[in-house]
Structure formats: C-alpha cells, structure tokens
T-cell receptor, first 112, second 115 residues
Framework: DQQVKQNSPSLSVQEGRISILNCDYT??????FLWYKKYPAEGPTFLIS?????DKNEDGRFTVFLNKSAKHLSLHIVPSQPGDSAVYFC???????????FGGGTRLMVKP | EPEVTQTPSHQVTQMGQEVILRCVPI?????FYWYRQILGQKVEFLVS????????KSEIFDDQFSVERPDGSNFTLKIRSTKLEDSAMYFC?????????????FGNGTRLTVT
C-alpha cells in the first residue's frame, strides 16, 4: 500500500535555514492531509493539516503547501531549530472515516 | 495538557500467549484507535472504536485481535495468541470528533516483543 509516500528517508538542515519535507500521494480521493511529528520513545504529535479546498496553510514557523494536480504536498519549517529534529509523517484519511494512511516518514536533523 | 497514556511501555511475551495492551484516552474524547508500527515500517491503522463498537478495522485486525472499553476510562487491545510478526510498537490514540474534524492524539506507545 503506497498511497502516501515520502521519498526522502532523511534530511539534514542547518539551524536557521528552511526545512522542506515532501509527500506524494496517489489516491485522488484524498481531500484532507495532516502532518505529524514524532520524537524517539514518543507517539506522533499532530502538527498541521490542510484541506484540499486550500493550497496553503500556515501556523507559525510551519507552512503546508498542497499541489493537487501534482498530488504533492510539502511542509516548510522556517527557521529550523534543533528542537525540530524528529521524524515527520504525512497522513491522509482515505474516506470520510477515521482511518489514517501514513507515509513512511522523513527524519529531519537540524544542526546547530 | 491532557494526554493519552499507555501501559505497559514495554511488554515481552512468548509466542502463543495472550497479551492485553492498555490505554487511557483523553477524558472528553469520543473516538478511540489503535495503530501499530513494525520496526522500520510505516505506522498502520488497526481499528477505530466509537460508541462502544468498532467503527472501522483494517485487514491486519483479524480474529486474533479484539478491543474493549471495559469501563469509562480504559481502552484495551487484546491479542489472543501472539505471533512473532506481532512484534511492533502499538499506539493508542483518541480524538474528540471524526478524523476530518479533529486530529488524533497519540499515546507514547507499548513496545510488544514476541519471542
């Protein structure tokens, strides 16, 4: 099941610079997307979401962009901080229910 | 901030044994979930639970699995006869409303090791 894919398993960024995490999806029925952040030994924590009626949603340092024609979304973190070092998952509910399909995750390392 | 709590944090069991993983969802949440993550793989949906019954389940959630809300606060996942391939991190989650309207809050997980 590869409905949601994160092709970069890891990303390393210098503190203060922009982090861009990418996610692709195949199911055109997806119309709501979420990003979760996960620290070691903790559960995923909700970060930001976007509905398909928008192409951008911003919350502080975090912005999610959605390109429906390309079936692609990205999470931008500006400026990146060492505390942002975590695994980031994109996820989508495939129908109106509650099941979330997760991508494989991207491990972000922000170097001081 | 209220949180989802899971116990135990680590459970080791022998193949064929029954295990019960326990969760206390956030108190005003109505929807409850179990997900799992096998080492090196994706986080996978197992089951969702609302109004004292299963609302959705995945192919993984076969007859060996069951869920229960035995009282007003706990939510449990039982694996009747564990297999080696059940070794994974199991995450409980809860939400106020359905996923479209309310993000999931996850616990810190129970690492299940089947030997």
């Amino acid at each position: 099941d590869q409905q949601v894919k994160q092709n970069s398993p890891s990303l390393s960024v210098q503190e203060g610079r922009i982090s861009i995490l990418n996610c692709d999806y195949t199911n055109s029925m997806f119309d709501y997307f979420l990003w979760y952040k996960k620290y070691p030994a903790e559960g995923p924590t909700f970060l930001i979401s976007i509905s398909s009626i928008k192409d951008k949603n911003e919350d502080g340092r975090f912005t999610v962009f959605l390109n429906k024609s390309a079936k692609h979304l990205s999470l931008h973190i500006v400026p990146s901080q060492p505390g942002d070092s975590a695994v980031y998952f994109c996820a989508a509910p495939p129908n109106a229910g509650n099941m979330l399909t997760f991508g494989g995750g991207t491990r972000l390392m922000v170097k001081p | 901030e209220p949180e989802v709590t899971q116990t135990p944090s680590h459970q080791v069991t022998q193949m064929g044994q029954e295990v019960i993983l326990r969760c206390v969802p956030i108190s005003n949440h109505l929807y409850f979930y179990w997900y799992r993550q096998i080492l090196g793989q994706k986080v996978e949906f197992l089951v969702s639970f609302y109004n004292n019954e299963i609302s959705e389940k995945s192919e993984i959630f076969d007859d060996q699995f069951s869920v229960e809300r035995p009282d007003g606060s706990n939510f449990t996942l039982k694996i009747r006869s564990t297999k080696l391939e059940d070794s994974a991190m199991y995450f409980c989650a809860s939400s106020e409303m359905e996923t479209y309207n309310s993000p999931l809050h996850f616990g810190n997980g129970t690492r299940l090791t089947v030997t």
